[in-house]
């Protein structure tokens, strides 16, 4: 038979659609709101939410990945419209980022979070749903303005991340002082220092 009459290869499983991935983190957010974190079960996202519990478990590998991109997905790709140039982008970003844990559900989270075993599912799952998935972010932000002629990035990118990242982490969890718009904003002020453009 010729290539010209063979059928192509049928692709196995259907991709979760978008429209599911919303209704499952708006079910996930309001169980987090209504109930508390203690409630939130892949189950209950299921019944709530209408999705069936396969596709839940193609996005997140367990009810703790899922309570955390609910929480940060209360309003998600603030970031994006923020404006076209660095500043405004990763100051939008980081906002958005300390504004989902300055709300009661947030901050109980955090409380959890300093008490929980390192290696607990629930610690992971902070790890990559906020802390990784936020650098990734911010990497992509960085590398586009660079790109753009924005920035000069001579340093080592990771560390440059951590120094952005790691103040928000660590006031969250030491508690010291409070996450607010203010702090955001410096710690944009003097990240973008670090990478200006060189005045001629």
């Known amino acids: 038979m010729s290539q010209e009459h063979m059928s192509p290869p049928k692709r196995r499983g259907r991709p979760p659609s978008q429209l599911a991935r919303a209704r499952i983190l708006k079910a996930a957010h309001d169980i987090l709101i209504e109930d508390g974190f203690g409630h939130l079960t892949v189950q209950a996202v299921a019944a709530r939410s209408g999705v069936g519990k396969p596709t839940i478990y193609r996005h997140w590998a367990n009810a703790s990945e899922l309570a955390m991109a609910a929480l940060m997905s209360r309003d998600p790709g603030a970031f994006e419209e923020g404006g076209t140039n660095l500043r405004s982008a990763l100051t939008a970003q980081m906002r958005s980022l300390i504004q989902a844990f300055a709300t009661t559900r947030g901050r109980q989270i955090a409380m959890t979070l300093a008490a929980a075993d390192p290696e607990s599912e629930f610690t992971k799952a902070f790890r990559t749903q906020v802390i990784l998935s936020s650098r990734e972010a911010g990497r992509a932000l960085l590398l586009e303005a660079a790109a753009q002629g924005e920035i000069v990035l001579q340093q080592d990118l990771e560390v440059l991340l951590d120094m952005i990242y790691g103040p928000v982490f660590y006031r969250l969890l030491v508690g010291h002082r409070s996450l607010d ?15 200006a453009r060189p005045e001629r």
């Open 181 to 195: 718009a203010g702090f955001a904003d410096s710690i944009v002020a003097i990240a973008l220092e670090v990478v």
